[in-house]
């Protein structure tokens, strides 16, 4: 019995030793949910068989709710991805659109044609022709103005900048808080201040536009530094972040860095 006792004591001892080893395990205690990520329209191209050109769009599923956020451009490659990521449109329960620029919300229209009555968040100060359209083809504009809560585990930072009026989610996941931008034209470090001002987390991921595409070197390298001092665990630029940013971060993020493009899947749970 005093054997037993022992052993199972020593068990004990050995996996709390691990637990504290480890720290993904450590990581994985917080509150949220995991969340499955597929990239539905970039410019970059990650898997064979989907379409590419130059915009963003990337389902979101592990909520209750199935979100589509931004639906690139209006070229029929939203609907063809789907298709190829064996993705059912009719799922879908709500699109988040993050600013009015085609390359964001071109593909709504089509997409409506196969699912309509959903609700569609936007920026409150898109023009008034746009929110008519979204009604005319029988779906809800749902307007943002501050930061608020979507639905479980899911925020948007709200309206943000001042030339182009932009929002941005925020997830919170087990591991810390996955911020998904469209361009980011507030700006890329802003976002992420204001996703931490949200939720008091750290950030697993940054991932979508980061809009520095005539951004100097020297400069990127400043934010990819200050992302990883401030422990940000993984960065994923695509779309608009440009060439020269996707390097810098891959240099700088090394096995940390996440590529994207079409047909990527990230499941934050593996993370
Ligand atoms: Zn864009
Ligand atoms: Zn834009």
């Avoid at 993904?24 to 989907?50: A, H, V």
């Avoid at 190829?84 to 085609?102: T, Y």
């Avoid at 809800?140 to 585990?153: C, E, F, H, Q």
Wanted: proline fraction near 4%; charge should be negative; glycine fraction near 12%.
């Amino acid at each position: 019995m005093e054997k037993i006792l022992i052993s199972s004591g020593l068990i004990i001892a050995v996996l709390a030793l691990t637990s504290l080893h480890n720290p993904k395990s450590l990581r994985k205690m917080g509150p949220g949910k995991e969340f499955t990520l597929t990239i539905l329209y970039d410019n970059y191209k990650y898997e064979e068989g989907f379409k590419n050109s130059w915009g963003f769009s990337c389902l979101i599923e592990g909520t209750g709710q199935t979100i589509l956020f931004d639906t690139g451009g209006n070229d029929g490659n939203l609907m063809h991805n789907f298709r190829a990521a064996g993705k059912d449109p009719g799922e879908v329960d709500m699109i988040i659109l993050s600013h009015i620029h085609w390359d964001h919300t071109g593909g709504i229209s089509e997409f409506l044609e196969s699912r309509t009555g959903i609700e569609v968040y936007m920026p409150r100060s898109f023009p008034d022709e746009f929110k008519k359209e979204i009604e005319s083809r029988g779906a809800t504009p749902v307007l943002v103005s501050g930061a608020r809560k979507i639905t479980d585990n899911v925020w948007s930072t709200g309206e943000m900048g001042s030339e182009i009026i932009e929002q941005s989610l925020v997830l919170e996941t087990p591991g810390g808080l996955v911020v998904i931008t469209g361009c980011a034209h507030p700006g890329i470090e802003k976002i992420v201040e204001k996703a931490m001002e949200i939720k008091d987390r750290k950030v697993l991921l940054v991932m979508g536009g980061f809009h520095l595409l005539r951004t100097g070197t020297d400069e990127v390298e400043v934010i990819a530094r200050e992302f990883r001092d401030k422990h940000i665990q993984y960065a994923a630029p695509s779309h608009c972040s440009g060439d020269g940013t996707i390097r810098v971060f891959k240099e700088i993020f090394g096995d940390k860095y996440l590529p994207l493009g079409t047909g990527r899947v990230v499941e934050t749970g593996t993370l």
